[in-house]
T-cell receptor, first 111, second 115 residues
Framework: SQKIEQNSEALNIQEGKTATLTCNYT??????LQWYRQDPGRGPVFLLL?????KEKRKERLKVTFDTTLKQSLFHITASQPADSATYLC??????????FGSGTRLLVRP | ETGVTQTPRHLVMGMTNKKSLKCEQH?????MYWYKQSAKKPLELMFV???????ENNSVPSRFSPECPNSSHLFLHLHTLQPEDSALYLC??????????????FGPGTRLTVL
């Protein structure tokens, strides 16, 4: 079955720098991959979706890449701000199109 | 109200109690989901409803009983829970279950503590 791996260690960066988070999957390449943001005690919020035939997707300060050869997606936040501090979840469909989620990576942006 | 709402936001119950979690979506979606999120673990899909029909039951213990009376409302009935059931329970909805890109909209969750 498909497994998702996200770095369990928190990423701690200085305000203004670019944050880069990694999502690796183990089996077949999914038709798409999604990224969500989750704040403590709240539900995840959808951020971006990237399809298997897209190399890169951008939305304001966010950029997602999808490399089916490496079985990896990278999530970038440029010009990071303390308000970007949250846990970021990667999600992709399994064989029956249910979404499965990674454990998430916590991002801390220091002022 | 807009989006997906859940009540109550916090719930403390004993192992012999019976309680229910409620979810309502105001997005006109046809699919609704229950997820469990425990500390340091990924979201675990519990149940999926599509057009009020349960289409997925991910080996969830029978002490959790879902109900979907219409496409806007979803309940999770709880009885004789165990302390390990303490977690954040999240409701989500999407346009439909089989939509190709299946973006999900989540509610704020119910923080459940079982004593």
């Amino acid at each position: 079955s498909q497994k998702i791996e996200q770095n369990s260690e928190a990423l701690n960066i200085q305000e203004g720098k670019t944050a880069t988070l990694t999502c690796n999957y183990t089996n077949y390449s999914p038709a798409y991959l999604q990224w969500y943001r989750q704040d403590p005690g709240r539900g995840p919020v959808f951020l971006l979706l990237i399809r298997e035939n897209e190399k890169e997707k951008r939305k304001e300060r966010l950029k997602v890449t999808f490399d089916t050869t490496l079985k990896q997606s990278l999530f970038h936040i440029t010009a990071s701000q303390p308000a970007d501090s949250a846990t970021y979840l990667c999600a992709l469909p399994d064989s029956s199109y249910k979404l499965i989620f990674g454990s998430g990576t916590r991002l801390l942006v220091r002022p | 109200e807009t989006g997906v709402t859940q009540t109550p936001r916090h719930l403390v119950m004993g192992m012999t109690n019976k309680k229910s979690l409620k979810c309502e979506q105001h997005l006109g979606h046809n699919a609704m989901y229950w997820y469990k999120q425990s500390a340091k673990k990924p979201l675990e899909l519990m149940f999926v409803y599509s057009l009020e029909e349960r289409v997925e039951n991910n080996s969830v213990p029978s002490r959790f009983s879902p109900e979907c009376p219409n496409s806007s409302h979803l309940f999770l009935h709880l009885h004789t829970l165990q302390p390990e059931d303490s977690a954040l329970y999240l409701c989500a909805s999407s346009q439909d279950r089989s939509s190709y890109y299946n973006e999900q909209f989540f509610g704020p969750g119910t923080r459940l503590t079982v004593l």
